[in-house]
Structure formats: C-alpha cells, structure tokens
C-alpha cells in the first residue's frame, strides 16, 4: 500500500520548494507529480500532427516521494503516515504522530 496518493495534500520537506505544499495529480513509481510545485520549463518543437504548439512550456517536474511528507490538518505540519489493519480487514492509513486515521 502506498504510504502517498493521488489526490492527497503534501508538503515538499527537501529541495527548492521546501515548505510549500500541493495536491498530488499523478503517481509514478517512486515519485510524485505535485501541482504547481517543481516547475521546470520544456522546450518543445511544434507537433502538427498532434496539434502541439511549439515554444517553451512550463510544467511540474517529479519529486521523490522521500522528499515530501503527507499534510496532517490537525497538526498543520507534515506528517509520518503508517499501515494500519482495521478489525474488518480494511487497511487504512493513519498519522503517527496523533494516531488519527488518514482514510475515513
């Protein structure tokens, strides 16, 4: 079970974005793409057969998912998420910090 997902508030802990936070648009393997954090410019050449235009373009780049940490709302920090077994068989995520679980 992976400890981030699609959709989940981080807060980047290393790096030029340390200390801003985003939502989570797609997970990779081992990294993340953030919403508007790790901006890199692309050049690109124009692609008519793809209706591409040319000229550069800004977008996210991957972050490692060691580099960010999920938002605890309660604590308002970033926080270590653990792999907990409900009684009926769910596994859910919580916080270690406050035990609280992250999937209601």
């Known amino acids: 079970m992976n400890k981030i997902r699609k959709g989940d508030e981080v807060v980047v802990i290393a790096g030029r974005d340390k200390g801003r936070r985003g939502t989570v648009i797609k997970v990779l393997e081992d990294k993340v793409l953030v919403e508007n954090l790790n901006m890199v410019k692309r050049h690109t050449k ?47 995520r919580f916080f270690k910090s406050n035990q609280e679980v992250v999937d209601a």
Request: proline share 9%.
């Open 46 to 92: 124009p692609n008519p057969q793809r209706n591409l235009q040319g000229g550069i373009i800004e977008r996210e780049a991957p972050i490692h998912v060691s580099n960010v940490m999920l938002w605890n709302p309660v604590a308002k920090k970033g926080d270590r998420v653990g792999v907990r077994t409900l009684a009926d068989g769910r596994k859910v």
